[in-house]
């Protein structure tokens, strides 16, 4: 009992999700991506990269 509604509910809200269609900004759009493009970005994780970086091959047994 109850499985009827809950079911109801949940095609509800998987309508109103597929049929969702929000307002696009485009000229943010193209905003966000002229400002990420034009402009280099600084890697994050540049200094963990150099950091744990290894160079050898994990398939050659007989080095180690």
């Known amino acids: 009992m109850g499985r009827g509604r809950q ?3 949940h095609t509800k809200v998987a309508r109103q999700l597929k049929y969702y269609s929000p307002s696009t900004d485009l000229s943010e759009l193209e905003r966000e991506l ?6 280099e ?9 150099e950091k744990y970086n290894v160079d050898s091959d994990y398939g050659d047994e007989d080095e180690h």
């Open 7 to 9: 079911k109801a509910k």
């Open 34 to 39: 002229h400002s990420a493009s034009g402009a």
């Open 41 to 49: 970005q600084e890697d994050p994780w540049a200094e963990y990269a």
